[in-house]
């Protein structure tokens, strides 16, 4: 009868000891971690990296539909945290990041603007870019 009273009081146990493990850092790892980044100039950092100016970025085209936002999201909250304002030149993607700048041409009239992405969209298919009014 012994038996069994130590076996169910031993599973128990074990299972909290193994719960109440816990990780030591190396306290030197810790504090590099906490530390502040030096601060160091775009100058600066050139010098300790010479490896040529950056690539210029691949040019890349989507020819598809634009729509405007509708008057009713004037005021409200963009994606990045923004308030949309129907007066700046701003447009809704899909996928590019946040503060993009995107020429975008009107291939019927070919006047073309550049906007700055702050928002996701357009959700209605066949579209590809939502522009502000102003763009």
Same mark, same amino acid.
């Given at each position: 009868?012994?038996r069994?009273?130590?076996l169910s009081?031993? $599973?128990?146990?074990? *299972?909290?000891?193994?719960?109440a &493990? +816990?990780r030591h850092?190396?306290?030197?790892?810790?504090?590099s $971690?906490?530390m502040? *980044?030096?601060?160091q100039s775009? &100058? +600066?950092?050139?010098?300790l990296?010479q490896q040529?100016?950056?690539a210029?970025?691949?040019e890349r085209?989507?020819?598809g539909r634009?729509s405007y936002?509708h008057?009713?999201?004037?005021g409200?909250k963009t994606?990045?945290?923004e308030?949309?304002?129907?007066?700046?030149?701003t447009a809704?993607?899909r996928?590019?990041?946040?503060?993009?700048?995107?020429?975008v041409?009107?291939?019927t009239?070919?006047?073309?603007v550049?906007?700055?992405?702050?928002?996701?969209?357009?959700?209605?298919s066949?579209?590809i870019i939502d522009?502000?009014?102003?763009?």
């Open positions: 009868m012994r069994p009273i130590s009081l031993l $599973l128990p146990a074990l *299972l909290l000891v193994g719960c &493990a +816990t850092l190396d306290p030197g790892v810790t504090r $971690l906490m502040p *980044l030096p601060e775009s &100058a +600066t950092y050139a010098a990296h040529g100016p950056p210029p970025a691949p085209g989507q020819v634009a936002y008057a009713f999201f004037d409200r994606a990045n945290g308030t949309f304002n129907s007066q700046m030149l809704a993607h996928t590019l990041d946040f503060g993009t700048r995107v020429r041409t009107n291939l009239n070919l006047k073309s550049v906007v700055t992405i702050n928002d996701r969209g357009p959700y209605v066949g579209r522009l502000s009014r102003r763009a």
